[in-house]
C-alpha cells in the first residue's frame, strides 16, 4: 500500500516536471517556429540555440516590479493567475503516458489516476479554468481586462458544447469514458486489416469528430485564430493587461501548459496515444516497448503543439460575430450531425 | 478519514453558502456559490457517484455559474448601485425561504434509503444511464421537452421585433 | 455607361457568393499552412549583428571627419561655405588666424577655432562636403552614437578633427566618389541558428 503511494507521488511529480518542462520550452519553441516561418532566425543568445532562453525569461518576470493597480480587488487580483495556472496543470492527472510498466513482477502504472470517466473530467477541470481569467479580469479594474475576461467566458462556454458533443460521438464507439480503456482500445487493427496493427486510431473512423475537437481546442486554448481574449490589437493584452512579474508570467505559461494539455488529449483520444504501429513486429522486450510507446505520445503531443504554433502563425484572427457564428451555426450542428452518422455507422457495422 | 473529509467538506459548503448571502460585492457571492458547488461535488465523490459531481462540476461551476458571473461582470453590479428591498419584499421572501426549507425537510424525514439505491456503484455511467432510460424514462423525456421549450423561449426573447420578420 | 476615372487601375469589388470549398475556409487554410511551412525551411535572411556586419553603401554619409593633410595639418580653412550650404543649418564655426609657430597645425593661414556641428539637426545630406573648397570635411561610414543629453550630440572639434597618426586615406575616410552603379549587397550567408 505505502508503495503504491510513493509510486503515485514520484509519478505525479514527473507528470508535473514534464508539463512544466514542456510548457516552458514550449516559450522558446513558438518564438523559434514563429521566427522560421517568418524567415527568421529566433533567440539565440542564450546558449546554443537560444536553449537557456526560457530560464533567462523566467528570471527576467521573477525580477521585474511586482504591480497592483490601486483600485484593484487584491485578493481577486493574486487568486485569478493561480487559479488559472493550477486548473491547467490538474488536467494531465488522468492522462495515460504508456503501458505500465514492468518493474520486476510489480505493474507500475503510467498514469496518475484511472477515473472511470476521465474525458469528463478534463472537461469539468478546463470549464474551471475559464474562472482564472474571468476573475484576474474583473479584478484589474480596468476596461480592456474585463472586455478580455468576457470575451473568454463568452468564447469558452460556446466551445465547450461543441467539444463535448464532438467527443460524445467517440464514447459512443468506446463505449468508455476512461481514457486508459479508450487508448488501449486504438492498439488493434485498422478496418480489421492484420497488417496495419497498432493503428486502429480513432481519426479513422471519426475524422469529422477530430476536426470539430481541434477547432474547439483550438479555441480552448485561446490560441490564434481565437485569441480574442488577449488579442493585443484592439484590447491591449486583454485580461493580463494589468498584470506584471510573475503573475503576468503565470498566465502565459498556463496558456503553454494548455496547449500541451489539449495536445496530450488530441494524442490520446484520436491518434492512439502511445501507441506504435507495426511495433509488435520487432518483438522488442516488454520494457523497451512500453519506453518506445511514451516516446512515440510525445512525438504526438510535440506535432500537435508545433501545429499550435503553425496555425498560430499563418491564419489571421477571427471577428467576433464569426467567432460565435463558427461555434454556435457550424460547428454544434456538425457535431450533432457526427452523432447521428456514428449512431448509422455503428448500427451498419454490427 | 471518510469522516473528516465529510466534516471538512460540509463545514465549506454551509460557510461558504452563508458567504454567497452575506457578501456584500456579488461577485464574491457567485464566487462562493462557486465552491459550494464544489463542497457538494465533494459530497457526490464521497458518496462514490463520480459521474454526478463532474456532471455536477461542468454544469454548474463551469457553466451557469460562469454566466452568472458574467451578467454581474457586464452589469457592473456594485454595492452602491444595489437597491435595496422593501420590508414586505424581505419578509415574503423569508417566507418562502422558509416554507421550502419546511417541505424539503419534510421530504427528507419521509424518504428512506431504498436498497437498490444504496449499493456501491449507483454513480456510475452505467447504472445512472440504466435507471434513467428504463425507471424514469417519462420524467427524463420529459424534462427534455422543457429544455427545449425554455431554448425557444429564449430564442424568442433574444430576437428583436419579432414582428417585423 | 462609362464613369470616368483619373487611374486605369480601379478594380470593380463584386461580392459574389462563396463556392462550397471556399465556405468551409478548410482548403484556403491548408494552402495557407503549405505556404508558411515553405517558408519553414527557406533560408534565413537574418544577419547576426555583432558578428556579422552588412557592408555599408559605397555612398553612405554617416558621422563627419574634419581631414588633416599628410603631415598631419589640418585642412579646414574656417571658409564657412560648409555652414552656408548646410540646410540644416547644423554647422558653426568660428575663425582665428594662425600665429607664428602654429604652420605644423594648421595649413592655411586661417583655421576653425571653433567648429561645431550639431548631430540632432544634421541631416546627413553631405552638402557640406561637396561645398568643401579644400577636401576638408568628409562623412565617414561611422554611424553617429547614441547618447542620453542633447549636449553629448553637439560635436566639437575634440570629436570631429581626425586623430594625429592616423593615415590620411584611412579606409572608413573614403572620398565621395560619384559613380551611378548601384551598389550590390552581398547577402552575408549565415548559417549559425
Redo the contacts between chains.
Keep these: 500500500m505505502e508503495i503504491m503511494w510513493i509510486e503515485k507521488i514520484l509519478l505525479v511529480v514527473i507528470v508535473f516536471a514534464i508539463s512544466l518542462g514542456t510548457a516552458a520550452y514550449s516559450t522558446l519553441a513558438e518564438r523559434k517556429?514563429s521566427?522560421?516561418?517568418?524567415?527568421?532566425?529566433g533567440p539565440?543568445r542564450a546558449g546554443i540555440?537560444g536553449i537557456l532562453q526560457p530560464i533567462a525569461d523566467g528570471v527576467k518576470l521573477f525580477f521585474k516590479e511586482e504591480i497592483i493597480p490601486a483600485n484593484a480587488?487584491r485578493f481577486?487580483f493574486v487568486l485569478g493567475p493561480s487559479l488559472f495556472m493550477i486548473t491547467a496543470l490538474m488536467t494531465s492527472a488522468v492522462i495515460p503516458w504508456g503501458k505500465p510498466l514492468d518493474l520486476g513482477g510489480r505493474m507500475f502504472d503510467l498514469q496518475v489516476t484511472d477515473?472511470?470517466?476521465g474525458v469528463?473530467?478534463v472537461?469539468?477541470v478546463v470549464?474551471?479554468g475559464?474562472?482564472g481569467i474571468?476573475?484576474g479580469g474583473?479584478a484589474s479594474n480596468n476596461k480592456y481586462s474585463?472586455m478580455g475576461?468576457?470575451r473568454a467566458?463568452?468564447q469558452?462556454?460556446s466551445y465547450?458544447l461543441a467539444m463535448g458533443l464532438s467527443i460524445i460521438a467517440l464514447i459512443m464507439m468506446s463505449g468508455s469514458?476512461s481514457l486508459k480503456e479508450i487508448v488501449a482500445q486504438q492498439s488493434g487493427e485498422l478496418y480489421g486489416i492484420s497488417f496495419l496493427k497498432g493503428m486502429n486510431w480513432n481519426i479513422f473512423y471519426q475524422p469529422l469528430g477530430f476536426l470539430i475537437f481541434i477547432v474547439c481546442a483550438f479555441a480552448e486554448c485561446n490560441r490564434t485564430p481565437f485569441d480574442l481574449p488577449e488579442c493585443e490589437a484592439e484590447l491591449v493584452g486583454g485580461y493580463h493587461t494589468e498584470y506584471s512579474s510573475m503573475k503576468l508570467g503565470l498566465y502565459l505559461f498556463a496558456e503553454y501548459v494548455n496547449m500541451f494539455v489539449s495536445s496530450a488529449m488530441m494524442a490520446s483520444l484520436y491518434f492512439g496515444g502511445y501507441n506504435v504501429p507495426f511495433l509488435e513486429m520487432l518483438n522488442l522486450p516488454y520494457n523497451v516497448e512500453v519506453f518506445v510507446g511514451v516516446l512515440a505520445f510525445f512525438t504526438k503531443i510535440i506535432f500537435f503543439i508545433f501545429f499550435f504554433m503553425?496555425?498560430r502563425?499563418?491564419?489571421p484572427r477571427f471577428r467576433y460575430d464569426q467567432l460565435m457564428k463558427l461555434g454556435w451555426k457550424v460547428l454544434i450542428p456538425l457535431a450533432i450531425l457526427n452523432i447521428l452518422l456514428t449512431g448509422f455507422g455503428m448500427i451498419l457495422t454490427k | 478519514m471518510e469522516q473528516i473529509i465529510f466534516i471538512i467538506l460540509s463545514l465549506a459548503a454551509i460557510i461558504s453558502a452563508l458567504v454567497v448571502i452575506f457578501s456584500n460585492n456579488p461577485v464574491y457571492s457567485v464566487l462562493s456559490l462557486v465552491i459550494t458547488f464544489f463542497s457538494i461535488a465533494g459530497h457526490f465523490v464521497l458518496l462514490n457517484a463520480q459521474f454526478l459531481a463532474i456532471v455536477n462540476v461542468i454544469v454548474y461551476a463551469g457553466a451557469i455559474m460562469v454566466l452568472f458571473l458574467f451578467v454581474i461582470m457586464l452589469l457592473n453590479l456594485n454595492k452602491s448601485s444595489e437597491p435595496s428591498a422593501p420590508l414586505i419584499m424581505k419578509v415574503a421572501s423569508s417566507v418562502a425561504g422558509g416554507l421550502l426549507f419546511i417541505t424539503l425537510l419534510g421530504a427528507l424525514r419521509q424518504s428512506e434509503a431504498s436498497a437498490g439505491l444504496s449499493g456501491g456503484n449507483i454513480g456510475s455511467v452505467e447504472s445512472l444511464g440504466r435507471t434513467l432510460f428504463t425507471n424514469f424514462l417519462f420524467p427524463f423525456e420529459v424534462s427534455s421537452v422543457l429544455f427545449l421549450s425554455a431554448m425557444i423561449g429564449a430564442v424568442m426573447l433574444g430576437k428583436k421585433n419579432l414582428k417585423d420578420s | 455607361m462609362s464613369v470616368l476615372s483619373l487611374t486605369n487601375r480601379k478594380k470593380v469589388l463584386q461580392k459574389r457568393k462563396l463556392t462550397f470549398a471556399e465556405s468551409i475556409y478548410l482548403p484556403a487554410i491548408f494552402s495557407g499552412l503549405m505556404i508558411t511551412i515553405r517558408h519553414f525551411f527557406r533560408r534565413k535572411s537574418t544577419v547576426q549583428y555583432p558578428e556579422v556586419k552588412k557592408p555599408f553603401s559605397k555612398v553612405f554619409r554617416g558621422r563627419h571627419i574634419l581631414k588633416r593633410d599628410e603631415q598631419g595639418r589640418e585642412n579646414c580653412t574656417a571658409c564657412g561655405l560648409c555652414a552656408v550650404a548646410c540646410p540644416a543649418e547644423a554647422i558653426t564655426i568660428v575663425a582665428a588666424e594662425r600665429k607664428k609657430g602654429e604652420e605644423h597645425l594648421y595649413r592655411e593661414e586661417k583655421y576653425a577655432a571653433v567648429y561645431e556641428i550639431n548631430m540632432l539637426r544634421c541631416i546627413f545630406c553631405g552638402l557640406c562636403e561637396e561645398a568643401c573648397p579644400k577636401d576638408a570635411i568628409y562623412l565617414t561610414e561611422e554611424t553617429a552614437p547614441a547618447s542620453y543629453s542633447r549636449k553629448d550630440f553637439i560635436f566639437g572639434k575634440d570629436k570631429l578633427v581626425q586623430p594625429l597618426g592616423t593615415s590620411a586615406h584611412p579606409k572608413t575616410f573614403k572620398p565621395y566618389v560619384k559613380d551611378n552603379k548601384p551598389y550590390q549587397y552581398k547577402n552575408p550567408v549565415n548559417t549559425k541558428i
Design positions: 517556429v521566427a522560421f516561418l517568418q524567415d527568421r532566425i539565440n540555440f480587488d481577486l477515473i472511470n470517466i469528463l473530467y472537461f469539468a470549464s474551471i475559464v474562472y474571468m476573475i474583473w474585463l475576461a468576457l467566458s463568452s469558452m462556454i465547450e469514458m503553425w496555425i502563425w499563418t491564419i
